[in-house]
Each structure stands twice: as C-alpha cells, then as structure tokens.
C-alpha cells in the first residue's frame, strides 16, 4: 500500500467530519488545526489529527513530508470552465483595451462565434492536446476537481466534439472533471433572427446522443439579452432534465431578466456569473437551495461590477467560486487569483473564498463525496504552501505562486 505521512503541518486547513454545504454565516467557518500531520493511504487521507495524537513516528515505512511552517489546504474544486478551446482571442482583447464592449464584440460576430468558427476546424486530436495542457496547468496550480462545458461548438458535429474531448480528458485525467452540455451558449448567426430551428437541433438532435453516449452530466443555457431568453432556457432545462441532466446556468452577467428565478424553478444545482443581480434576485437566491457561483476573474477581465458577494452572504446564500477559464471572459484558470480577487474586491474573508473554492465548489459539480475538505475517505487532493505567516497571507499576497507541491490522490504533480 502506498503510504504518504504530512507531519508538523503548521496548519491543516478545512478539516470536517460530515459534509455540509456552507450558507450564509456559516461560510467563515473553516475549521483548522495547528501542528498537524495527515497520513495518506493508496491515494485517500486515511488520518489526520495533530501532532501529539500521532504515534511513533519514526517507524513509519512510506514517503515522509516535513512540512513545518507549510500550510496545507484542499486542492481548488474549479466547478465552472470552458477550458476546452480551440485557440485564444487576444485580439479582441486589445479591441477591447481599444474601447469595443464585449457584447459589441458578440453581436459583430466575435466572441462565442470566433471560437465556434475555429471549434468547426479543429481535430479531436489538436482540441485534446490544447485541453491537456490547460488541466496539467492548473492543476499545478492547485486545481484538484474541475468542471468543463462545451459551447464553442454550436453544431450537432461540433458539440459533441466537444463533449466527446471532454470525456476523453476525464478518462485520463488524475482529479474529476465533471461535463456540462452547453449548446444553448449562443445562435450561430443565420439564426439570430430565428432561434426555433437551432432550439429544435439542441433538444431533438444534441440531446439524445448527449444521454445515449453519457456524455454530459449537466445541461447550461447563457440566458441574456441577445442570447437565451428565460422561456427558452425553461424549455432547454426541461428537455435536458427528461435526458437526465441536471441544470447548472449562465445567468445575470449582463442583464437581470428573470433567470434566477426560472432557475430556482428548475431546481438548479447553480447560477453562475451573478455580476447583475437586483434586491429581488439575491433575496430569492438566499432563500433558495440553489447554489450561486461567482467569476470573479470574468469580472475582471471585462471591466464590470464585481458580483454583490456580501449581500449575498448576508441574505443567506450558498456561494461558491469558479474559475470561467475561457478565451473570451477570462483566460485564465488560476484559482489562486480567483480566491485573492474575491477578498479584495467582493470583500469576502480568506476563510469565505476558501471554503466557496473548495467544499462549496465540490458541491456545485456533485464532487462533494470525494473533494473539497480534509476528510478521511476522500481524496488526496492537497495544497501544500510555502512558508508562509498565517492562512491570510495566501489571498493577501495575490499574483506571488505561494504553492510548495500540489498532491493529486497522493502524489507530488
Ligand atoms: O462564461 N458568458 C458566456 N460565456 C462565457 C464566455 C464565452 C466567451 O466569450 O468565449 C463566460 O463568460
Ligand atoms: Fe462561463
């Protein structure tokens, strides 16, 4: 049996006994202890507890790991990319630097559509090795649970594509990737004026091979002005439940029109994006079961109003932090930026973001069995820090790579 023993861990961060999704008050709650060890077990934390309660040492046989003065956390449960992509878009990047908005961008036939013309091209094989390299990426970054969409493809061909690079991904990837079924992301252009036939290829033509092959587990639509409307969410959400697919959508970046509310009636697993949220839909988010993720990173990326992650906490509601690694709204998959900017500019504490990036996260891609706390049973995905002061000094020293090693079920990445 492979064995790894973690001894004189300064802190061992996010510890629990049950698993409980954090709301509200709760969120802070990030229960730690001081002078740790942890032992993994054949890629599974199999013990922890502190110092003193660890016997003899000495007559451990497996990989020993000094870590005084080493913070260890959870690995980051990122439950929210689209890190499948078949090239960056820098250029409008700069277009926007140049004062272009991102929905100009959208509606002169860039954004979704640029990568979904480029999607049409690109092999299985070049979308594969692209994808493999941003996974290897992030989790060096810390990443130890992931979620990915599909939604650059907006053809049957090219969706699942997608989906199908996905799955292969998943069946050679080291941490659990979770798939999520994003036809509904945009209208190729000749049915900008007539959505009925392409809702008609997402749920007659996509659909069914999506369930056929078990190639998705949850289903999306980006409800917005100028993309999905509520009623046509309701309808792709309802056709993606009948195929068994739980939703899990894109709604208030640019606009509030309902979508929370539609959501909750779904009975989401989560809203994401959340930037325009109004009294009334973070009220009716706090009070539901619906989990609310927040990109901060695609904020920032684009300029806009952080989301109101305060209000949000304080109305009661379960949040969690994601990544939105794409090449549109924020090419970048560093969960330790999103945790830094969630302190900084949604002014949630280090404990918050902590636990919205992990056990919060786990729970918004249906992982919270196998990631997202030190937990005995789950897996050994875990961050171990440099030296570093105090759990504060993480977020607080943002763009500074604080990782000493990253383990994945165990093993140094
Ligand atoms: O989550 N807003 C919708 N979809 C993506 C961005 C897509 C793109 O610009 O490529 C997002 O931000
Ligand atoms: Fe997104």
């Given at each position: 049996m492979a064995s790894t023993l973690l001894t004189?861990?300064?802190?061992?961060?996010?510890?629990?006994?049950?698993?409980?999704?954090?709301?509200?008050?709760?969120?802070?709650?990030?229960?730690?202890?001081?002078?740790a060890y942890l032992l993994v077990e054949d890629g599974v934390i199999a013990e922890?507890?502190?110092m003193d309660q660890l016997d003899d040492p000495e007559s451990f046989?497996?990989?020993?790991?000094?870590?005084?003065?080493?913070?260890?956390?959870?690995a980051w449960c990122d439950s929210h990319t689209h890190l499948v992509?078949?090239?960056s878009r820098e250029m409008e990047f700069v277009d926007k630097i140049r004062g272009v908005s991102y929905a100009d961008i959208a509606a002169r036939g860039g954004g979704i559509l640029n990568s979904a013309a480029r999607m049409a091209d690109a092999s299985e094989m070049e979308l594969l090795r692209s994808a493999w390299g941003r996974l290897q990426e992030i989790m060096q970054q810390g990443t130890g649970a992931v979620e990915i969409k599909s939604g650059y493809g907006l053809t049957v061909e090219s969706e699942l594509k997608m989906l199908r690079v996905i799955r292969r991904l998943r069946e050679s990837s080291p941490i659990p990737i979770r798939s999520t079924f994003l036809g509904a992301h945009t209208y190729p252009l000749h049915y900008k004026?007539?959505?009925?036939?392409?809702?008609?290829?997402?749920?007659d033509e996509m659909l069914p091979v999506i369930a056929e092959e078990g190639l998705a587990d949850y289903i999306d639509v980006f409800c917005e002005n100028g993309f999905f409307s509520r009623e046509e969410m309701a309808r792709i959400c309802e056709a993606g439940k009948r195929f068994g697919l739980v939703p899990k959508l894109h709604v208030n970046q640019l606009n509030s029109i309902g979508g929370i509310e539609e959501a909750i009636r779904q009975q989401a697993l989560?809203?994401?994006?959340?930037?325009?949220?109004?009294?009334?839909?973070?009220?009716?988010?706090?009070?539901?079961?619906?989990?609310?993720?927040?990109?901060?990173?695609?904020?920032?990326?684009?300029?806009?109003?952080?989301?109101?992650?305060?209000?949000?906490?304080?109305?009661?509601?379960?949040?969690?932090?994601?990544?939105?690694?794409?090449?549109?709204?924020?090419?970048?998959?560093?969960?330790?930026?999103?945790?830094?900017?969630?302190?900084?500019q949604l002014r949630m504490l280090p404990e918050e973001a902590i636990n919205a990036a992990t056990i919060n996260g786990a729970y918004a891609?249906?992982?919270?069995?196998?990631?997202?706390?030190i937990q005995v049973g789950k897996r050994a995905n875990l961050i171990l820090t440099k030296p570093i002061p105090s759990l504060a000094y993480y977020p607080y020293s943002f763009g500074t790579n604080l990782i000493d090693k990253v383990l994945i079920n165990g093993e140094t990445v």
């Open positions: 004189n861990i300064k802190l061992l961060a996010g510890v629990r006994n049950r698993n409980s999704l954090l709301r509200g008050p709760d969120l802070r709650l990030l229960s730690s202890i001081a002078d922890y507890g502190s046989a497996g990989t020993m790991i000094n870590a005084s003065d080493q913070l260890v956390l959870p992509y078949p090239a004026d007539d959505h009925e036939p392409y809702i008609r290829q997402v749920i989560s809203v994401d994006h959340l930037e325009t949220m109004t009294g009334q839909d973070v009220q009716l988010l706090g009070q539901s079961d619906v989990i609310g993720t927040l990109l901060p990173t695609a904020a920032f990326f684009l300029r806009m109003d952080y989301q109101p992650a305060r209000a949000l906490i304080d109305a009661g509601a379960a949040i969690a932090l994601a990544s939105d690694f794409n090449p549109g709204s924020s090419p970048s998959g560093n969960m330790n930026f999103v945790v830094s900017l969630a302190c900084i891609m249906g992982l919270e069995d196998e990631v997202g706390s």
